[in-house]
């Protein structure tokens, strides 16, 4: 049995049939959308060969967590779209996955992950001006969807940058490699996610798709956010790997500074010890062994040089 929805200029009907009672609806003047949400395996090309549909390939090739992009055949169109989810508290970048189907006249979506813009379309059906757009319009909704999730997104992840960069030149000594390599990743993860659209982005813009279930204004306006969406990810991997390397001269710096403090300090501690090693050997042709004031004059000597050496680092900039 395949859970589906009718829609037509009178309304919307959520239905449950067989592949025949879904075939049969498909015939009527109304189109046809079958929304599945992480579908068992062989109920995408259930619905598809009921609506005949082209499969793209077959078995595992209907699987998601494919590249992005468009595959046409016979009339038919697979769109494959990453969607996103920009997680504040933890700083990643959720990924999930949207397939649609189309023929213009009917609609099989499959959707996975945390994002979910079938729901936001599918309560736009009970609009009649929504509705006469056909097939069409809910393929061009649930990709300005999308996008407008890609937008919230990077604006997020943004803003985690910029938070960042501020904490990387606080001028606090702290190690924030980890943190600046982990907004890489989940930046190259977006990335991704929507680098693989953009020439069918700039196709639509300049309406040479050849596509008709992807013309149209509201599509060039999505597509047109969607490259503003890959700039703007542009540059935070631009500001994250200027900041990476930035940062990396600080820790260089800092540990130049330390190994300075320390050769200073080993220095100090040396002259003393060094005294108090010749001093120590008890040779009998030391007459400073026998004088009164040997024992006062040797601990105003370590203190002497070990003040000198003190003051000389400091001049420096060592200590």
Same mark, same amino acid.
């Given at each position: 049995m395949i859970d589906y929805t009718v829609v037509g200029p009178d309304g919307v009907e959520d239905r449950r049939g067989t592949a025949d009672d879904l075939r049969a609806a498909a015939a009527d003047d109304a189109f046809v959308w079958v929304a599945l949400d992480a579908p068992e395996p062989g109920a995408l090309d259930l619905a598809l060969d009921a609506l005949g549909l082209e499969r793209f390939g077959s078995g595992p090739a209907h699987a998601l967590h494919r590249r992005p992009g468009v595959e046409t055949a016979d009339g038919a169109v697979m769109l494959l779209v990453k969607t996103v989810w920009y997680v504040e508290a933890t700083r990643q970048v959720e990924t999930g996955d949207l397939a649609v189907h189309t023929d213009a006249r009917s609609l099989v979506t499959v959707r996975r992950g945390v994002a979910d813009p079938v729901a936001a379309v599918r309560e736009r059906l009970s609009d009649p001006a929504f509705r006469t757009g056909g097939a069409a319009a809910v393929v061009h909704a649930l990709f300005d969807a999308v996008v407008e999730e890609y937008d919230a997104a990077?604006?997020?992840?943004?803003?985690?940058?910029?938070?960042?960069?501020?904490?990387? @030149?606080?001028?606090?000594?702290?190690d924030r490699n980890e943190d600046v390599y982990f907004l890489i990743r989940e930046t190259l993860e977006f990335q991704n996610a929507v680098r693989p659209l953009i020439p069918l982005a700039h196709l639509i813009k300049e309406r040479r798709s050849g596509i008709p279930a992807l013309e149209g204004p509201r599509m060039e306006a999505s597509a047109g956010r969607l490259v503003r969406v890959d700039g703007a990810i542009d540059t935070c991997m631009s500001l994250l790997t200027t900041v990476l390397t930035a940062h990396q001269g600080q820790i260089a710096t800092w540990q130049n500074e330390d190994m300075k403090r320390i050769s200073a300090w080993a220095a100090i501690a040396l002259a003393p010890t060094l005294i108090a090693g010749i001093?120590?050997?008890? @040779?009998?042709?030391?007459?400073?062994?026998?004088?009164? @004031?040997?024992?006062?004059?040797?601990?105003?000597?370590?203190?002497?040089?070990?003040?000198?050496?003190?003051?000389? @680092?400091?001049?420096?900039g060592w200590l």
């Open positions: 990077v604006e997020d992840l943004a803003d985690d940058v910029a938070d960042l960069e501020r904490a990387v @030149f606080s001028g606090l000594r702290v001093y120590g050997m008890n @040779f009998d042709d030391m007459p400073e062994l026998h004088w009164p @004031f040997g024992y006062p004059a040797a601990l105003l000597l370590m203190a002497a040089v070990c003040v000198l050496l003190y003051r000389g @680092f400091k001049r420096n």
